[in-house]
């Protein structure tokens, strides 16, 4: 059985553009786990750690590990503190960014079901992704940039 402490500073990736720069560690991955992802992020200040988005097929979880970051939803803004817990259902009423908005780093633990395919909604940027879980059939588009249904099929 594998152990994780959240309070350690195993990081996997630092990236993200600017604006968006976190440091993170697939949790759920150094686990072992199979139906449960969690990822562990930590923030700092004046940065997101993903655009405001909203998914199908998947529920997260955030729980404040440290700092007191805020979290936008469709509802407005609020600023959260170590140990709470928010639970994001799927569609439109779930949508969530988690900003941070104090001097000091903030360290969250996201928690999601791993359903795969899924798709996210990116309301500010009018785009939408379909993870289907392999790299070659991912997408993610303009929600213009949708074609008919029949388009490009031919009956030969």
Not at 82 to 104: K, M, S, W, Y
Not at 132 to 143: C, E, F
Request: hydrophobic residues 35%; aromatic residues 10%.
């Amino acid at each position: 059985m594998e152990v994780f402490n959240l309070y350690g500073q195993e990081w996997e990736d630092e990236g993200g553009p600017e604006g968006f720069h976190r440091r993170m560690t697939r949790v759920g991955a150094r686990l072992d786990a199979e139906k449960l992802g969690a990822t562990l992020y930590e923030v700092s200040p004046g940065e997101r750690i993903w655009p405001y988005h909203y998914e199908y097929g998947n529920e997260e979880w955030l729980v404040v590990v440290s700092g007191t970051p805020t979290l936008r939803t469709a509802e407005g803004e609020r600023e959260l503190q170590a140990g709470d817990v928010v639970c994001f259902l799927e569609g439109p009423g779930g949508a969530h960014q988690v900003i941070n908005r104090a001097h000091t780093a903030a360290r969250v633990l996201m928690l999601s079901t791993k359903v795969t395919p899924s798709v996210v909604v990116y309301p500010d940027s009018d785009k939408i992704a379909l993870w289907t879980g392999n790299p070659d059939d991912r997408l993610v588009a303009k929600r213009d940039s949708s074609v008919g249904y029949w388009e490009g099929e031919a009956a030969s």
